[in-house]
């Protein structure tokens, strides 16, 4: 059985949808399933928006040491991150509010940021690199979508442009060319990669890889599913990207187990088949 094989029968074994793209950077070989169908982002989307941040940061627009200061009204309508709960009043820089909405998603810290900026920007901005099934909607995802929900309201993607931009963040660690492409300094570029390898969430991606790989990434979830992108590591040299994104998961599988744990699985489960097959 190929590795494609593999991955394909993983996705055939649920009842909900699954697209993906995996890249051998190793050998340049791809396989990828529905990877250009749009579908639902989550909080995968902020990669884009750190990224356009970081330009508008490197053209002088926006201050990456611009104090912040929390405000109550910052944690409305908020479902993740740890801000929400904490005490108005705390300032933070803008940098740090990029860290946070990348590393624990918190969408206090999103807020922080596309304040800075406009949807229009950030839209624009990815169909400037390539990226263009993904179109940036909303500040923050309404909290009380239904499950069912239709792809218009919500931030969408596809699993290709991911794949597109966390190449171009890989490639922009030594080239001048993929630096001018995302519009950023090489320490803003440098500053991003290690933002995404802080990632402090471990499910979807990590779950089923040795405990100690290195993998640059940003999770997501959603009422239709839950979805991650990231680059992993081997022997701290890229290994591969991978980006994986689960749809219409049920609330709960016939055998009781909810739909997200499954669908969290499944990803953990590509990403090891992907780990294996590329070493043999």
């Not at 179109?135 to 979508?145: G, Q």
Request: aromatic share 6%; charged share 20%; with cysteine.
């Amino acid at each position: 059985m190929t590795t494609a094989d593999t991955l394909n029968a993983i996705c055939n074994a649920q009842p909900f949808v699954t697209r993906f793209m995996v890249r051998n950077l190793l050998t340049g070989e791809e396989i990828t399933r529905d990877a250009d169908e749009e579908t639902p982002s989550g909080s995968t989307r902020k990669t884009s928006i750190m990224m356009a941040a970081l330009k508008a940061a490197h053209e002088g627009r926006i201050n990456l040491d611009e104090p912040i200061t929390y405000e109550k009204r910052l944690a409305e309508e908020v479902a993740s991150g740890m801000f929400r709960f904490m005490t108005p009043g705390i300032v933070i820089s803008l940098r740090d509010a990029i860290t946070g909405m990348m590393v624990l998603s918190d969408n206090v810290c999103t807020k922080m940021v596309l304040e800075r900026l406009t949807l229009a920007e950030v839209d624009g901005y990815c169909k400037a690199l390539g990226m263009v099934n993904t179109h940036h909607r909303f500040l923050i995802p309404p909290l009380a979508l239904p499950a069912d929900h239709a792809l218009t309201t919500v931030t969408t993607t596809s699993a290709a442009d991911q794949v597109l931009l966390l190449q171009t963040v890989l490639d922009a660690q030594s080239s001048t060319q993929a630096q001018e492409k995302l519009g950023c300094s090489a320490d803003l570029c440098g500053f991003a990669m290690d933002t995404l390898k802080h990632q402090v969430l471990r499910y979807g991606i990590r779950s089923r890889l040795p405990f100690e790989t290195l993998v640059a990434s940003k999770s997501g979830r959603g009422k239709r599913g839950r979805m991650d992108a990231g680059i992993v590591y081997k022997d701290r040299a890229p290994f591969f990207i991978i980006t994986a994104y689960t749809d219409d998961v049920p609330q709960v599988m016939p055998d009781g187990t909810p739909g997200y744990t499954v669908s969290l699985e499944t990803i953990g489960r590509l990403a090891e088949a992907a780990w294996n097959g590329f070493q043999s």
